[in-house]
């Protein structure tokens, strides 16, 4: 990709060594695709030939009211993408390996100055790519991915553990809750927490730090690159393993269902139960009358296995099988409703 062609981000480099990464789709609150992740490894690539280029400050387009919105989710979107440009994205790299790799290996410090909300890929980049990272005091984080019943990627499976523990990374992951800017400080996962209009300021000066003659640049290479030698590995694997995940999550009921969810602006529900539930309401007001019998006894026992065993089948119907699962279903509602009325 040539920089020239960049749609999602801004980038700006000064004589001084400051490089700037602005994610600028405000009419989506900045959230990033396959294309905003392509630009950034290309701006990776371009600072490390360049010699003056000596640190990268990642931020949002304030018009855009955010710092990202997270993932940008509209099945059409790659029809338009040049070719030459598809050709360098694979759409299987979900949790984005490329990307987490070029940043784990860029040796010149990157700063993340978060300037609003931070959803998903938004603050999992920033952990696995940024050395400091400050945040605005009405910025807060978004680890929405049981909100949307995917996992995390950016190898935040690995990292997130590390930086805040087993435990309070589970918590922070399995429940989705927002997190103020101030509890992030306080968990660890950014720096420093400053006023909105201090934000950029204070990150071009932490910049301006690390840079000659304040700043030893071979030295600071060389302690980024022990600190992140050991863990390479770890990470590589760990891209593997939420790739897979994530592959098999996308082709989810379960995902399927919270886009539908989001769309309509409503919670989701994760269960088949929509269709059986109501199955199980008809055959259970049929058998009332004989609720002493022995045909409503084995109906209960016969539900309590079914239901079970269909929320388990639940996640592995593909599209035909479950529009087949709800009309047999509807037609035996159809079918007991009226039974029921004879009765």
Same mark, same amino acid.
């Given at each position: 990709m040539k920089i020239e062609d960049f749609q999602d981000i801004f980038y700006k480099k000064e004589d001084n060594g400051i490089c700037t990464i602005m *994610?600028?789709?405000p009419e989506r609150r900045n959230a990033v695709s @396959? +294309?905003?992740f392509l630009e950034i490894f290309t701006v990776l690539e371009d600072m490390e030939k360049d010699d003056n280029a000596k640190v990268l400050i990642i931020t949002g387009d304030p018009e855009g009211r955010a710092f990202s919105s997270g993932g940008y989710f509209e099945p059409n979107f790659f029809k338009e993408v040049q070719k030459d440009v598809r050709e360098e994205i694979d759409l299987m790299d979900i949790a984005q390996k490329k990307l987490c790799i070029k940043l784990w290996n860029f040796y010149k410090p990157v700063i993340v100055a978060i300037n609003g909300m931070a959803i998903g890929g938004a603050i999992t980049m920033p952990l696995a790519g940024a050395d400091l990272i400050y945040?605005?005091?009405d910025a807060w984080l978004g680890f929405y991915f049981s909100k949307r019943a995917i996992i995390p990627e950016f190898s935040c499976s690995f990292l997130l553990p590390l930086l805040v523990g087993f435990q309070k990374a589970k918590e922070i992951c @399995?429940?989705?809750d927002k997190i103020t800017a101030q509890k992030a400080y306080e968990l660890g996962l950014v720096n420093k927490v400053l006023p909105s209009d201090e934000l950029m300021s204070y990150s071009r000066e932490q910049a301006l730090r690390l840079i000659p003659p304040k700043g030893p640049s071979l030295s600071l290479k060389l302690m980024k690159k022990t600190m992140h030698a050991y863990f390479r590995e770890i990470l590589d694997k760990t891209l593997d393993l #939420? =790739?897979? %995940?994530?592959?098999? %999550?996308? *082709?989810s009921k379960d995902f399927n269902e919270s886009m539908k969810a989001l769309k309509e602006k409503?919670? /989701? =529900?994760?269960?088949? %139960? /929509? @269709? +059986?539930?109501?199955?199980g309401v008809t055959v259970r007001e049929f058998l009332k009358k004989k609720k002493d019998s022995k045909e409503y006894k084995e109906w209960c026992d016969w539900a309590t296995k079914q239901f079970k065993r269909l929320d388990y089948y639940w996640d592995n119907l593909n599209? #035909?099988?479950? #529009?087949?699962?709800?009309?047999?279903y509807e037609c035996v509602c159809d079918y007991l409703d009226k039974k029921a009325k004879n009765t």
């Open positions: *994610i600028s789709r @396959y +294309i905003s945040m605005s005091e @399995y429940f989705g #939420e =790739n897979r %995940a994530l592959r098999k %999550a996308f *082709i409503r919670d /989701p =529900n994760h269960t088949i %139960a /929509p @269709y +059986i539930f109501k199955t599209d #035909e099988q479950w #529009e087949k699962v709800k009309k047999y």
